[in-house]
């Protein structure tokens, strides 16, 4: 081998620096075995860490296989064979020309890199284009011959040092791209990036040196190899290295490709303006390697952003089916039966959308859970499913409310609904047991409809519809319910405003002693006459004030207009009660009570004379609260009146515990035509005697003849109420009639209702005793 051109004779080298390869590969053995107990530790993620332990190991070989063939030819003195030396930088240059590649594949491998073959691909490629860039600047900078910074003989050189000096700026490449390339954190993974690339470099610089006589390098070689392992094995914390998406962004890649192609353009300039603008044959190799490789990366990044477009696609169409369809049942939501209505039934073939509610789910999700409420709801939408024809579609619309856009004309679909219904109203098996439900349908034609929101509405109507007529049932839309629906929606807001035009009355009817038919007793109701709209029924804007809440103002101001002529009635000395209806929306609030003394207080009537009704169904399904506050009104002195008794919604059982004082027989009973004129009504005589027996008074309803007067009578009946002994008069009429009943006139004097109430009083002491 020729020396360099100006070096001195070949000189030997000394013991010492010899053995400066074998001492810094001993030196980082400690940090290989940690390495590797790193990699063993690192669990499924184990491939990358373990590689970079065998490439370490590999690249440690060199130095050590080189030491023991120097002590083989020691003796002989091989340090002044130019040829020894040549075979022992050999051996070294082979631990990096076999370890290089194991380490840069380690590297690729590592938890954090990338967990497909395309990431790693784009990565290999960035590192190669970078590496073969470093290769041609150093090629025509340092290594070539004719550099001017550091010339080298062309002859005579070290095949394995050449090869490992093409691999070594590769790793770097590789290094510097993963450095600066991986998703944060990167700190591990620039650690070990730059522990190989040092790796690589120190086996390189030893190899070049042993071979060429450098002392320097052999010395910087030997403080690069234990640095490069020791960052490697540094807090490999491998597991706490988050990994790429599987197919992240693509990236243009621009700057990894304007970087070395810059580079080379300036390498090769440098190179052309020494050599009379002629490149030699490595420049021109490695300048074609970095083209192919910055073609092979584009393709790459062609691939990516096609595969990136097609995930987009995917991602598009999978969130679009999402957003319309229900994630509990696998229906369409409402978003999703819209579409299909704009897109589809508008214009289209005949249809017609069937609005369905199961009936009584509420109490599913209050007394059994949520987790149960949905069992059911899965359930109704596999069973709608199951039992629709091709091409119909089914929809929850949210809560229990289901819809089924079904495409034939409304006779046809009532015969599916009224199936549907039977589907529907079977047992439900859930996971606390069965459950019973029944279901409401709304049915509406679509050509019926303008629009599609109009379509929605009119089922909607109909269901509700269905609601109020009893439920479990189906409606097929009319246009009266637009009628109904105009006419409610004008009474709720008119209602809003009708106490202060003085729009509302309160009348009295008459409650009478039986037989003598002397007036002792009256109940306030209440009567809107509108100026525009007429005479509005009570069972019409009752119901109406209930829904909207206006009920709460409307028995306040009952409550004080009967008050104040209960005030005026006693000041001029008749022996009357009145009794005024409550709703169970206002004894909800706690305060009513208190309301109720403070309307007493303000009028100055005993609350001995207020009898306050409270109809059989309210009390039946919200007993507690309502006992409580009824409870409390009797308590202050006033009297409880259960109204419309027998209608079949309260137990008998519950009746003994409810603080009651009269009973109020419903008219039902007292209709009964099914009874001999000579005998009392059965059902009217069985409620006498049990409310007597529970120490009650009790009130017959609705007599509107002689003949149902008398049959009250035969069943033990001391008082009545009903059109026989007056309508709702105002009060005027009701203080001529009180006037008019002296107790001179009657035939005999009954018990006043306030004595009966005092008796009533002393056998509920003694029931509760």
């Not at 519809?465 to 319910?481: D, H, L, M, P, T």
């Not at 309260?650 to 009746?655: A, K, T």
């Not at 409620?687 to 069943?715: N, P, S, Y």
């Not at 209702?753 to 005092?758: A, I």
Request: with cysteine.
């Amino acid at each position: 081998m020729l020396l360099p051109p100006g070096l001195p004779a070949a000189a030997p080298l000394e013991r010492p620096l010899a053995l400066a390869a074998t001492v810094s590969a001993i030196v980082a053995l400690p940090g290989a075995w940690s390495l590797w107990r790193a990699a063993r530790a690192s669990g499924r993620s184990s491939r990358g860490p373990r590689l970079l332990a065998v490439g370490v190991v590999v690249v440690l070989a060199g130095p050590l296989l080189a030491t023991v063939a120097a002590l083989a030819f020691l003796a002989d003195g091989w340090q002044d064979d130019r040829h020894g030396r040549m075979m022992l930088g050999g051996l070294i240059a082979l631990g990096a020309i076999l370890g290089a590649p194991i380490l840069g594949w380690g590297l690729l491998r590592l938890p954090g890199i990338g967990d497909t073959p395309g990431v790693r691909t784009r990565h290999l490629l960035d590192g190669l284009t970078i590496g073969a860039a470093l290769f041609i600047c150093g090629w025509v900078l340092v290594v070539n011959p004719n550099s001017a910074l550091f010339p080298l003989p062309s002859r005579g050189g070290c095949v394995p040092i050449a090869v490992a000096a093409v691999l070594t700026p590769l790793t770097a490449g590789l290094a510097l791209t993963l450095s600066t390339r991986v998703q944060p954190p990167r700190r591990p993974i620039a650690r070990a990036a730059l522990g190989a690339a040092l790796a690589v470099i120190a086996e390189t610089a030893l190899g070049t040196g042993i071979c060429y006589g450098l002392s320097w390098m052999i010395l910087v070689g030997g403080g690069l190899l234990p640095l490069g392992v020791g960052l490697m094995a540094y807090r490999p914390r491998w597991r706490d290295v988050r990994a790429e998406l599987e197919l992240p962004a693509p990236t243009s890649g621009l700057l990894t490709a304007l970087t070395p192609v810059f580079a080379i353009l300036v390498a090769t300039t440098y190179q052309a303006s020494r050599n009379e603008g002629t490149l030699d044959l490595p420049t021109i190799i490695a300048g074609m390697v970095v083209g192919l490789l910055l073609v092979a990366r584009q393709q790459l990044g062609y691939l990516d952003v096609k595969r990136y477009a097609t995930r987009l696609a995917d991602s598009e169409r999978h969130f679009r089916e999402l957003a319309h369809t229900d994630p509990l049942t696998g229906l369409s939501n409402r978003r999703g039966l819209l579409r299909t209505l704009f897109e589809d039934a508008v214009g289209g073939p005949p249809c017609t959308l069937l609005a369905i509610d199961l009936d009584g789910f509420k109490n599913v999700n209050d007394m059994r859970g949520h987790d149960v409420g949905d069992d059911v709801l899965v359930e109704v939408g596999q069973r709608l499913r199951l039992n629709l024809r091709p091409g119909d579609v089914a929809a929850r619309l949210g809560g229990d409310e289901f819809a089924v856009l079904m495409w034939a004309r409304p006779a046809e679909a009532m015969l599916v609904a009224e199936r549907l219904l039977g589907v529907l109203c079977r047992p439900y098996q859930a996971r606390q047991g069965m459950v019973y439900l029944s279901a409401s349908i709304g049915l509406a034609g679509c050509k019926e409809a303008d629009s599609v929101p109009m379509l929605m509405r009119n089922a909607d109507l109909a269901l509700r519809f269905a609601k109020q007529r009893g439920k479990n049932r189906v409606e097929e839309y009319s246009q009266e319910y637009d009628e109904w629906l105009r006419r409610h929606t004008t009474l709720e807001h008119e209602l809003r405003g009708a106490i202060e035009r003085d729009e509302l009355r309160v009348v009295f009817q008459p409650v009478v002693a039986l037989p003598s038919m002397r007036p002792i007793g009256a109940e306030a109701l209440m009567r809107w006459h509108h100026p525009e709209l007429g005479a509005i029924r009570p069972d019409e804007f009752i119901p109406i004030a209930e829904e909207s809440g206006q009920i709460v103002q409307l028995g306040t101001w009952v409550l004080n207009e009967a008050c104040r002529q209960l005030s005026r009635w006693l000041a001029d000395g008749h022996d009357v009660w009145v009794s005024v209806n409550v709703s169970p929306r206002e004894l909800h609030p706690a305060e009513y009570v208190t309301r109720v003394a403070e309307v007493l207080r303000a009028h100055r009537v005993p609350a001995s004379r207020l009898v306050f009704e409270v109809t059989e169904q309210a009390v039946a399904t919200d007993l507690d609260e309502l006992k409580a506050r009824l409870a409390a009104l009797r308590d202050m002195g006033a009297r409880i009146a259960l109204d419309d008794f027998g209608s079949g919604y309260s137990s008998l059982g519950q009746l003994r515990h409810l603080p009651v004082d009269i009973l109020k027989i419903d008219h039902s009973l007292v209709w009964d035509t099914g009874v001999r004129e000579s005998q009392p009504a059965p059902m009217v005589d069985v409620v006498v005697r049990m409310g007597h027996r529970l120490g009650l008074e009790v009130i017959a309803e609705g007599i509107t003849d002689k003949g149902q007067r008398a049959t009250v009578e035969r069943a033990g009946c001391r008082f009545g109420q009903g059109s026989l002994f007056g309508w709702g008069v105002p009060a005027e009429h009701m203080e001529a009639l009180l006037a008019s009943a002296q107790p001179s006139m009657l035939p005999a004097q009954p018990t006043p209702l306030s004595q009966k109430l005092g008796e009533v009083d002393s056998a509920a002491e003694m029931r509760k005793s």
